[in-house]
């Protein structure tokens, strides 16, 4: 897909460095007219987060959203795994290309995600493994093509921080949900938190709150910069 194609996420030409080119695999959605929720967090997840990421994957099916993800183990994983339960769709965008033998645990979930009408997606034709800053560029992409993050269990120095800087750039609503209190685990989430970012509560909030905007149509103009720069950088 490139951007004159009608399937290329109408929310990625609004971001500082849009891809030129994605290369997909199973079926498109489309984005640009289905609210879509990024499910974000720690790889090493604690059993609570992975709890909470299977069910907000699951609410995403329910409510009709799209799921965007990567596709490591943990929070990516348990949230694709809730989404599939409920026959949802899900986007899990790579840091390698498409044939890469990469995360070969993870296999069997991307062939059910291509099963449930899902797609895997990536900017790369020919990367076989992960080259260095290539989580970073591809989370600006599952960020990017979402209207709202969720963000699960992020640590203070961490690389799941780096989602909420590319939020922040892409003016994205970041959630986060709250873990156990003083939990180092989440000193990150804390104080992102504190920086701006919102609660989460339930996906529902999330797509009551597109549908309104949506029509209004402040999804179709250059989106106001969002806030939590100052944890996330």
């Known amino acids: 897909l490139t951007p004159e ?85 899900a986007i899990s965008v790579l840091p390698v290309d498409l044939s890469s033998s990469y995360l070969l645990r993870n296999m069997t979930l991307r062939t059910r995600i291509l099963e449930n009408g899902g797609a895997l997606i990536t900017e790369y034709l020919s990367q076989d493994s992960p080259a260095r800053g290539g989580f970073q560029l591809r989370n600006r992409l599952i960020t990017g093509m979402c209207h709202a993050a969720v963000l699960i269990q992020a640590a203070l120095k961490s690389g799941t921080m780096i989602y909420g800087r590319h939020a922040a750039d892409q003016g994205r609503e970041l959630f986060v949900a709250a873990g156990p209190e003083n939990a180092v685990e989440f000193a990150g989430s804390r104080a992102l938190l504190e920086d701006g970012a919102r609660p989460f509560t339930k996906v529902q909030d999330i797509v009551m709150e597109y549908e309104m905007r949506e029509a209004m149509g402040s999804f179709l103009q250059q989106p106001e910069k969002g806030k939590v720069k100052k944890s996330a950088s």
Do not use: H
């Open 5 to 89: 194609c009608e399937r290329y996420p109408q929310a990625l030409r609004f971001i500082p460095d849009p891809p030129a080119v994605l290369y997909v695999k199973g079926w498109m959605p489309d984005l640009n007219d289905s609210p879509c929720i990024a499910v974000v967090g720690a790889r090493d997840a604690l059993p609570l987060s992975i709890q909470t990421a299977s069910r907000v994957g699951y609410e995403c099916a329910a409510w009709d959203a799209v799921l965007i993800t990567g596709g490591a183990v943990g929070v990516d994983s348990a949230a694709i795994a809730g989404a599939l339960q409920a026959s949802g769709t």
